[in-house]
């Protein structure tokens, strides 16, 4: 094998197999904690800058999260009624595509039982799911519409149950940061138990002077073909960077998602800055993700500036359910999170309490680390004074939105220092 052709594969493994990698790292933790595979655990509270376990969550929804091991049997999920609230049961496979989501946009406002086998099993009724890979990742996302509304959102939550079979001790789990020889043995043991689809195929052919699929060997390269490999993952750790939840064309100050976003097909590179940027996104028929470039590196935001995003009248994000701006801190490896700020608001939308419309219906979001006055301060988004990023999502988005024919207003810099 020539050295370059094994820094490439290197480069192209470490992005190919980051999605396993990460979504392993999250079962870990969660077993960490005394959660155990097949069953699910309820987050109770929206999330905050404390929570950090996955990057970009929302302040929207309240999360219930299931590591699941089908390879010993199915595994039965009930769903609640959830009438008109906003509701999504996301079924991602080990390589973090969503291969079904049930809820209010597929299955309906009243719940029901289904049966989620793997990929070999044998299965028989009327509501059966299929994975692609025996190790599924099942987040469900409840919509609270205010802080008056938590404990009904909680009951709608605690109608979602998951029961299976117990399962065996996963494959390990390393963090992406890891050294070659660690992050490719373990992607070698997740590809094992969760073996790639044949579209995959060519990529694997790329990939294969590694021998990821046969059983990795660290220790058959010679120090020379060892440091091929090093450079190859330097290469693609800066170049996951780039991308994420949304892509570097931006119209209007917006960027918007690819059609392939959260459930990826073979495009490996996007499914990996995901997995680093936007892990667990849900494909854009069920939510889309836009992200405002800043006027900072990185498409950030200054937070000791002031910033105004506004919306005509007529000219509201279109959607079917709801939509939200979320603030995020940004940290240097590509990651966002909320951060603290005096109102404890880390996201403003159609359901904040108090939101002030103008006379003729147009609607003012004041962005910065300091209060743009008593006046607009219902309608402020509070910024750390250092960079930030904004997404704005919307649920259940209307065509116009999916199709182009209404885009984002820009966000717009205040003159002066936010205050």
């Known amino acids: ?37 097949n069953t699910i655990a309820h987050v109770r509270n929206l999330a905050t800058p404390k929570h950090r376990a996955v990057t970009t969550p929302n302040n929207d929804t309240l999360y219930s999260s299931a590591q699941l091991d089908l390879s010993q049997g199915p595994v039965t999920l009930s769903l609640p009624a959830t009438g008109d609230r906003y509701f999504s049961l996301a079924l991602m496979d080990a390589y973090t595509n969503n291969f079904a989501i049930l809820g209010t946009r597929t299955t309906g406002p009243n719940g029901g039982t289904f049966t989620l086998v793997g990929p070999h099993e044998a299965a028989e009724g009327a509501h059966v799911l299929r994975a ?11 919509v609270v519409y205010g802080p008056g509304d938590l404990e009904a959102a909680r009951q709608v939550q605690s109608g979602l149950t998951i029961q299976g079979p117990a399962a065996p001790t996963p494959p390990p789990a390393v963090k992406r940061s890891a050294p070659w020889q660690d ?12 073996p790639p689809p044949v579209t995959d195929r060519a990529l694997l052919e790329e990939i294969a002077p590694l021998g990821l699929e046969v059983g990795f060997d660290a220790g058959r390269f010679t120090a020379a073909e060892a440091a091929e490999i090093e450079a190859g993952l330097a290469e693609a750790r800066v170049a996951v960077r780039r991308g994420g939840l949304t892509g570097d064309h931006f119209i209007d100050g917006w960027s918007y998602p690819s059609a392939t976003l959260g459930d990826f097909g073979q495009n490996y590179h996007y499914r990996a ?30 937070g000791t500036k002031a910033y105004r995003l506004h919306f005509p009248a007529d000219r ?9 701006l979320s603030l995020y801190e940004a940290t240097e490896d590509g990651q966002f999170y909320f951060a603290d700020n005096p109102l404890d608001r880390y996201a403003i939308g ?70």
């Open 1 to 37: 094998m020539s050295g370059t052709d094994l820094k490439t594969a290197a480069m192209k493994a470490w992005l190919y197999g980051l999605p396993l990698i990460e979504i392993a790292a999250t079962r870990a933790r969660g077993l960490s904690f005394g959660q155990s595979l």
């Open 132 to 142: 692609p890979t025996p190790h599924v990742w099942a987040l469900g996302r409840v």
């Open 183 to 194: 992050y490719f043995a373990a992607l070698s043991e997740l590809m094992k138990a969760n």
């Open 273 to 302: 800055a995901v997995a680093l940027g936007g892990l667990a996104a849900l494909p854009p028929v069920e939510a889309l993700y836009m992200r405002a470039r800043g006027d900072q590196p990185r498409a950030l935001y200054d």
């Open 316 to 324: 509201l994000p279109p959607v079917h359910s709801f939509w939200s």
């Open 350 to 419: 159609d359901r904040t309490e108090g939101l002030t419309y103008n006379a003729d219906g147009s609607l003012d979001i004041w962005i910065g680390s300091q209060s743009p006055g008593e006046d607009r301060k219902t309608n402020w988004l509070p910024a750390p004074a250092g960079p930030f990023a904004l997404f704005m999502r919307t649920y259940l988005p209307k065509p116009e939105l999916l199709d182009g024919a209404y885009r984002l207003p820009p966000v717009e810099a205040v003159e002066g220092t936010a205050g």
